[in-house]
Nanobody, 127 residues
Framework: QEPLVESGGGSVQAGGSLRLSCVAS????????MAWFRQVPGKAREAVAS????????YYADSVKGRFTIDYDIAKNTAYLQMNTLQPEDTAMYYC????????????????????WGQGTQVTVSL
């Protein structure tokens, strides 16, 4: 059983919306932080948003503030990323990550701090 399973990616026109979901199971469900990263070919994976699963504290990259919202349903062990006003530069493979991390890491998430990853879901935004 995969620790994290994402869904919700797809193709949309600029200005549109998508909602990504990430279900955590097994040891990943004990994580205190869930995050979304994205990656385009040839570039490093970058953090998009993160949330403390117990308290709701959140982080957003400057490039998505005001457009993306991260949420967590504790009853379903599921993190969501609501993406509004999508732009072509949001096109990327989006990955869900989870782990038990410090509050400092939640506020400034990096790839190396997370041990549990989903398989990725592609988001493509066209003009």
């Amino acid at each position: 059983q995969e620790p994290l399973v994402e869904s919700g990616g797809g193709s949309v026109q600029a200005g549109g919306s998508l909602r990504l979901s990430c279900v955590a199971s097994g040891i990943a469900a004990d994580s205190n932080c869930m995050a979304w990263f994205r990656q385009v070919p040839g570039k490093a994976r970058e953090a998009v948003a993160s949330i403390y699963t117990g308290g709701g504290a959140q982080y957003y990259a400057d490039s998505v503030k005001g457009r993306f919202t991260i949420d967590y349903d504790i009853a379903k062990n599921t993190a969501y990323l609501q993406m509004n006003t999508l732009q072509p530069e949001d096109t990327a493979m989006y990955y869900c990550a989870a782990d038990r991390v410090s509050f400092a890491t939640m506020l400034s998430p990096t790839e190396a701090k997370f041990n549990y990853w989903g398989q990725g879901t592609q988001v493509t935004v066209s003009l």
